[in-house]
C-alpha cells in the first residue's frame, strides 16, 4: 500500500564505507528525487529524475550516485562515507505540475549515522 | 542556495488558540505546499496552492497563495495535541525544469494540552 518506500530506515556505517539507500514508488509517477535533511530539519533537493533521465544534480558530491533503472525505483549510491554525510535522506516522487492536484510524496527517510 | 524565510521557527501554544505562519521568498514562484513533518517521517503535503490569491481550506487548516507570489501563509484554527510537527513551506518558481522544490527552515509546533 506504500506510496514511496525506501530501505532501510535506519543505516549506521563507518567512515569509508559505500553504502546504498533503495527508493520505490507505486503511484505512477514519472518524476523521482532524492532530499537531504540536516540536523536543522533543512531540506535540501539532491537529484531529480524523470523517467530515468537525470534532470537535477545540484551540485552533490561524486561520491553520490543515484541510479534509476525504471521510473519506478530510484536509488542512491554513497561511496567513500564521511561523517558530515549524517543526514536523513528522503527519496520523492510527482506528478508533471499541470491543473488540478499536485502530488508530490515523500517516502519515510533514511537516517543514515556515519561514527 | 536559495531558501524561502519561514516565520516563527518556534510556536509553543494552548490547545485551542489558532495558529499562523508565512513564507517570503525574494523570488516569483508558481505553486505554493505546504507540508508537515512527524518525527521519524516523511513531510506529508496538506494544501497545495496554484494561483496567485487563491485560498485552500483542508479541515481546519486554511493557507493561501500572496498575491506578489513571493509569499504565502497557513493558519491552523482551534489547534488540537496532534498538530505537534514541524511545518514546512515549500515553493516551485516558474520554468522550473525537474519539479525543484525549494523549502523554508520550518516552523515547530508544541501544543500543550
Known amino acids: 500500500d506504500t506510496a514511496v518506500s525506501q530501505t532501510p530506515k535506519y543505516l549506521v556505517t563507518q567512515m569509508g564505507n559505500d553504502k546504498s539507500i533503495k527508493c520505490e514508488q507505486n503511484l505512477g509517477h514519472d518524476t523521482m528525487y532524492w532530499y537531504k535533511q540536516d540536523s536543522k530539519k533543512f531540506l535540501k533537493i539532491m537529484f531529480s529524475?524523470?523517467?530515468?533521465?537525470?534532470?537535477i544534480n545540484e551540485t552533490v558530491p561524486n561520491r553520490f550516485s543515484p541510479k534509476s533503472p525504471d521510473k519506478a525505483h530510484l536509488n542512491l549510491h554513497i561511496n567513500s562515507l564521511e561523517l558530515g554525510d549524517s543526514a536523513v535522506y528522503f527519496c520523492a516522487s510527482s506528478t508533471p505540475l499541470r491543473t488540478g492536484p499536485y502530488g508530490y510524496t515523500f517516502g519515510s527517510g533514511t537516517r543514515l549515522t556515519v561514527v | 542556495g536559495q531558501q524561502l524565510n519561514q516565520s516563527p521557527q518556534s510556536m509553543f501554544i494552548q490547545e485551542g488558540e489558532d495558529v499562523s505562519m508565512n513564507c517570503t521568498s525574494s523570488?516569483?514562484?508558481?505553486?505554493w505546499l505546504w507540508y508537515k513533518q512527524d518525527p521519524g517521517e516523511g513531510p506529508v503535503l496538506l494544501i497545495a496552492?496554484?494561483?496567485?490569491?487563491e485560498l485552500t481550506s483542508n479541515g481546519r487548516l486554511t493557507a493561501q497563495f500572496g498575491i506578489t507570489r513571493k509569499d504565502s501563509f497557513l493558519n491552523i484554527s482551534a489547534s488540537i495535541p496532534s498538530d505537534v510537527g514541524i511545518y514546512f513551506c515549500?515553493?516551485?518558481?516558474?520554468?522550473?525544469?525537474?519539479?525543484?522544490?525549494?523549502f523554508g527552515q520550518g516552523t515547530e509546533l508544541s501544543v500543550k494540552p
Open positions: 515549500a515553493g516551485r518558481r516558474q520554468g522550473n525544469q525537474g519539479g525543484k522544490l525549494i
Open positions: 529524475y524523470n523517467n530515468k533521465e537525470l534532470i
Open positions: 496552492l496554484y494561483k496567485a490569491g
Open positions: 523570488s516569483i514562484f508558481n505553486t
